[in-house]
């Protein structure tokens, strides 16, 4: 306490910021636990939208290419701690007003208004479009009014609850001023303050776990298995492992979609003759096709792991437009939508192709949620972005839709870039002895006729054996036994040559916006 017997300034504001993050730490729990819509985390999703609409998509490029999976949990919890701190400095700013200092209910009225008023002007929108998605991959038609007044009901309640443990907690951490000052009554020292703040955060904290414990899971590690080049050891599986098949989303970690296939449906709506709604089984009883297929992330890196080849089953989508009565003679693309709000599309002659499927079956098992259950596409030579996953909507349209990554700045072609990597890592290796050296070259529907590598940054380069592909649209391994002249670093590179006779690109280009090109390389030191 000062002289003149007043609460010092920075006591006062450090007391209100506590209480507005203890609200927030509340808040960012009801959000992440989808309290009071349903259980689904539709507000904390659209707040995620925001964020990423006001990140430049260079700079989100950038940080999945450098943090690879880490980037979205790491930016995705970043999110909900600004919101944390956000209702913090409110909470400051409150404590500051001189006009609420005295008038508990006009504070906890304004914390209430200064909390629900930006919330919803950044949410409401897509947090109902989201709410809707995952009602209707439920089997649920709601109406747009009954969802919009759920997410605002759900928005209101969340302000509701900061605002009373704003109120309460700064009645309970605010300094009181004496009649007089007098050293026995000066007992709110700086040192109780920090401890009460201690016991509320700790409190609200403790109140919000309750609501749920979070489950983690670690990404499981790639194991790379021995092939049939009996003297080349580090080539992956030619069928990846469901286990260990890269896993893309637009969404943070633990938010992907989890449906019921018992009251999913697959809705054929748009430029058709009938409009249709399927149920699971529905799909499933269409003549089915099985193949290989392999899948690359648009946002995978020279050398990168987010590829990998499974076997695959499920309905031609033509057929699935036919039982709707066909695509109508307007129709330029076909775009779908997803329970978890996204949305993609691709052209008309892509989604009439025999071998453009909608899958249920991945590696001879119903596909994993984290892989789309109850269905995704399978569309022959585009990246992973023009597969969606956890499909609810067909939709044949006559303008130029674009999908999700596509509004973003990510191309609409989407078409994968010929691409080789090594695999295999190499040790102890000597002069005149075998080293054996391979990976994986793929070019999407392309396929791949040849692979070289060179020792001499490109001066020669020498042909390596390639395994036959197990279908049109899969990777092939391929493989070498050189054997080093010298003892000195090498740096070796790899190009894969197409289907068509085309050679890989050697510029080198990001991720963004159309697939990484390049040539991947890899050092060998060799000894004597």
């Known amino acids: 306490m000062n002289a003149s017997g007043t609460i010092p300034a920075r006591r006062t504001a450090l007391a209100g910021f506590v209480a507005g993050a203890a609200g927030g730490v509340v808040v960012a729990v009801m959000l992440v636990v989808g309290l009071f819509t349903g259980g689904m985390p539709v507000i904390a999703l659209a707040l995620w939208e925001r964020a990423l609409r006001v990140l430049p998509f260079q700079v989100f490029g950038f940080l999945i290419v450098q943090l690879k999976f880490l980037a979205k949990p790491l930016a995705f919890w970043g999110m909900l701690v600004s919101v944390v701190i956000g209702l913090g400095v409110l909470g400051l700013v409150l404590t500051r007003w001189r006009a609420l200092r005295v008038r508990p209910l006009r504070s906890a009225v304004a914390a209430f208004a200064l909390s629900f008023l930006p919330l919803t002007a950044l949410t409401l929108g897509p947090a109902s479009d989201f709410l809707q998605a995952r009602l209707e991959a439920e089997g649920v038609s709601p109406t747009a009014a009954g969802i919009a007044g759920q997410v605002l009901l759900a928005l209101s309640l969340y302000a509701l609850a900061f605002s009373v443990i704003f109120t309460v907690g700064r009645r309970l951490l605010q300094p009181r001023e004496p009649a007089a000052p007098s050293a026995s009554d000066s007992s709110m020292t700086r040192r109780e303050l920090l401890h009460r703040s201690v016991v509320v955060v700790g409190g609200m904290l403790a109140g919000s776990m309750l609501a749920r414990v979070v489950s983690t899971a670690a990404r499981p590690v790639v194991a790379l298995a021995q092939s049939v080049f009996q003297k080349i050891k580090g080539l992956p599986p030619e069928i990846t492992p469901t286990k260990e098949f890269y896993i893309v989303s637009k969404n943070p970690f633990g938010f992907d979609p989890v449906l019921d296939a018992a009251k999913w449906s697959l809705e054929i709506g748009g430029l058709v003759g009938k409009p249709q709604r399927l149920a699971y089984q529905d799909v499933k009883a ?83 949620p984290k892989h789309g259950f109850p269905v995704r596409l399978l569309v022959p030579g585009y990246f992973g972005m023009k597969n969606p996953k956890w499909i609810t909507k067909i939709e044949p349209v006559d303008y130029n839709f674009l999908g999700y990554w596509e509004r973003s700045g990510w191309t609409d072609d989407a078409v994968v870039q010929t691409m080789s990597k090594f695999t295999t890592r190499v040790t102890g290796a000597r002069v005149g002895e075998e080293v054996g050296i391979g990976g994986v070259a793929y070019a999407g529907s392309r396929g791949i006729r040849d692979v070289e590598f060179s020792a001499d940054d490109g001066r020669t380069w020498i042909p390596a054996a390639v395994k036959p ?60």
């Open 286 to 368: 269409l003549p089915a096709v099985e193949r290989f297929h392999t899948l690359e992330c648009i946002s995978n890196e020279v050398g990168g792991d987010l590829i990998s080849n499974a076997r695959w089953k499920g309905a031609r989508l033509r057929d699935l437009l036919a039982l709707a009565g066909g695509a109508g003679p307007k129709t330029t693309k076909v775009a779908f939508r997803c329970a978890d709000g996204y949305t993609e599309s691709i052209p008309l002659p892509a989604a009439l192709d025999p071998d453009t499927l909608v899958v249920y079956e991945m590696n001879a098992e119903p596909l994993t």
């Open 469 to 528: 592909a197990l279908g049109p649209y899969t990777w092939v391994l391929w493989g070498a036994l050189w054997k080093p002249p010298a003892a000195v670093d090498y740096t070796l590179s790899v190009r894969a040559r197409d289907g068509a006779g085309r050679l890989q690109t050697a510029a080198e280009t990001a991720t963004l916006p159309s697939g990484a090109t390049g040539y991947h390389r890899l050092r060998i030191r060799v000894g004597r």
